[in-house]
């Protein structure tokens, strides 16, 4: 996993739970916190702070991944200006994923894995989506999900009808987009 992940997953803790919080959840996933934007970590360690700040925040993980995936979303705005602007609305974003923002982001930081979505739009403001990726963190792209609804001004409705971490095959979200930017 790219180090700007990390990096941003810092950012959101010291600014919600203060420095010292980050660092416990270091100690406590026993990982040395040295992330540099650039870099190539394991996955797991991404999966020990989750499970660290889990425990400290007594959210379940899935719901801990949610929430940094919607505090992440307006950050990576931050750090890619301009890149949101060209979209009128959350669901227009998301069909832009695989075609023009992945593509950015893998030229960016080459070797970078990024998950393949599969869509179906069935209205205007509904979109099912297909979540496919080897690391499996699809309640952190459920997260950035509800982030773009954020930035977009909409409320999303995000039904995960079907989930590996439940045993099913595959991740199926049904994404259905409400108000505007106005």
């Given at each position: 996993?790219k180090?700007?992940?990390?990096?941003?997953?810092?950012?959101?803790?010291t600014?919600?739970?203060?420095?010292?919080?980050?660092?416990?959840?270091?100690?406590?996933?026993?990982?040395?916190?040295?992330?540099?934007?650039?870099g190539?970590y394991?996955?797991?360690?991404?999966?020990?702070?989750?499970?660290a700040a889990?425990a400290?925040?007594?959210?379940?993980e899935?719901t801990c991944?949610?929430w940094?995936?919607?505090?992440?979303?307006?950050?990576?705005?931050?750090?890619?200006?301009?890149v949101?602007?060209?979209y009128?609305?959350?669901?227009?974003?998301?069909?832009?994923?695989?075609?023009?923002?992945?593509?950015?982001?893998?030229k960016?930081?080459?070797?970078?894995?990024?998950?393949i979505?599969?869509?179906?739009?069935?209205a205007e403001?509904?979109?099912?989506?297909?979540?496919?990726?080897?690391r499996q963190?699809?309640?952190l792209?459920?997260g950035?999900?509800?982030g773009?609804?954020?930035?977009?001004g909409?409320?999303?409705?995000?039904?995960?009808?079907?989930c590996v971490h439940?045993?099913d095959a595959r991740?199926?979200?049904?994404?259905?987009?409400?108000?505007?930017?106005?």
């Amino acid at each position: 996993m790219k180090g700007v992940v990390f990096n941003v997953l810092e950012e959101i803790v010291t600014e919600h739970y203060g420095t010292d919080t980050w660092e416990d959840l270091l100690d406590h996933a026993k990982l040395s916190g040295a992330y540099t934007s650039l870099g190539n970590y394991d996955d797991t360690d991404m999966l020990k702070l989750v499970e660290a700040a889990s425990a400290t925040t007594g959210m379940d993980e899935a719901t801990c991944l949610r929430w940094i995936g919607r505090e992440m979303l307006p950050r990576f705005e931050s750090i890619y200006p301009g890149v949101f602007e060209d979209y009128p609305d959350t669901i227009a974003l998301l069909r832009a994923l695989n075609d023009v923002i992945h593509p950015e982001v893998t030229k960016l930081y080459p070797g970078a894995i990024v998950p393949i979505f599969h869509y179906h739009r069935v209205a205007e403001d509904q979109l099912i989506m297909e979540y496919d990726s080897q690391r499996q963190l699809c309640s952190l792209a459920h997260g950035l999900m509800l982030g773009a609804g954020d930035r977009y001004g909409q409320t999303l409705r995000v039904e995960h009808h079907e989930c590996v971490h439940r045993g099913d095959a595959r991740c199926l979200f049904d994404i259905r987009a409400e108000g505007s930017i106005g």
